[in-house]
């Protein structure tokens, strides 16, 4: 099952468990709804158009700017140069239940990630800093050799 929803002047064609990027959205509690659902197909492959009773849902994964475009404006002959950079900003989006005439199409849950344990903490309780400070050799500095300067040729004719 897929929909097709309108958001921030594009369309974009998503399913139950896909991530995009849209224009910056407002959100509740992580969660955004699309009501503008312009195609919606069902599992027997048949396209409906829906009345306004469809709905995409999504969960919000984080927001952020894009890659930086250059704009740049000139005129010849006129000694006029304007350089501007812009970096648009978005909101990460996963869908994550699309709803239409009774039926709902959910994603699958994803599994919650765990804390990794440290390794510097569990490092630094085994061995104190003084025998670490000890057991490191002293790095020894490499003396600076002096620089050779390239000899010039001389092309002169001989008389």
């Known amino acids: ?31 955004v709804q699309f009501g503008d659902v312009l195609a919606v197909s069902g599992g027997d492959g048949q396209i409906a158009r829906p009345d306004s ?14 890659k930086k475009v250059i704009v ?30 009774g039926q709902k199409f959910t994603a699958p849950e994803l599994p919650k990630k765990q804390a990794k ?3 510097a903490a569990a490092e630094s309780e085994a061995t104190p800093k003084a025998e670490t400070k000890a057991a490191k050799p002293a790095a020894k500095k ?6 050779k ?3 010039k040729k001389t092309t002169g004719k001989k008389k």
């Open 1 to 31: 099952m897929y929909a097709v929803i309108r958001t921030g002047g594009k369309q974009y064609r998503v399913t139950p468990g896909d991530i995009l990027r849209v224009e910056t959205q407002p959100n509740e509690n992580g969660r």
């Open 53 to 66: 009773d469809a709905l995409v849902t999504g969960e919000v994964l984080g927001e952020g700017r894009g």
């Open 72 to 101: 740049f404006h000139y005129k010849r002959k006129k000694q006029y140069k304007k350089l501007q950079g812009h970096r648009q900003a978005f909101t990460s989006v996963r869908i994550t239940e699309i709803a239409f005439d």
């Open 117 to 119: 344990p440290k390794k």
């Open 142 to 147: 490499k003396a600076a050799a002096p620089k």
């Open 149 to 151: 300067s390239a000899a």
